[in-house]
């Protein structure tokens, strides 16, 4: 099945593919947003701005890089460009795993 652009036709796994990848932009925001109400009890010395920043944060840093992905987008190699920012955006997942490994570690000991 082939879909028409203003360029041109994709194929239904090409527009999928597109989909996937606008769709990690979106993850923090998503995965906040349910939990804001009961963050106020979670972290009784927060004001709500800092709550509130929690959903805008990752919006105002995907701007500058919406302005760079622009200019990435001319280079002639932009299969490499979505390999490396998916792999950045995988090791920084696994290293945000590693941390709360690390950061829980005095406190299991204790339990044991």
Request: charged share 10%.
């Amino acid at each position: 099945m082939k879909i028409n652009t203003g360029k041109g036709t994709i194929s239904l796994m090409t527009l999928i593919a597109i989909w996937s990848i606008s769709l990690t932009v979106n993850l923090p925001g998503l995965a906040i947003t349910p939990m804001l109400g009961s963050l106020d009890r979670i972290f009784p010395h927060t004001s709500e701005l800092e709550i509130q920043l929690l959903t805008v944060l990752p919006n105002l840093f995907i701007i500058p890089f919406v302005l760079l992905s622009g200019k990435l987008s001319l280079s002639k190699s932009k299969i490499s460009i979505v390999v490396v920012a998916l792999a950045i955006y995988l090791a920084s997942g696994i290293l945000y795993f590693l941390s709360l490994i690390h950061i829980s570690e005095p406190t299991r000991q204790e339990a044991i």
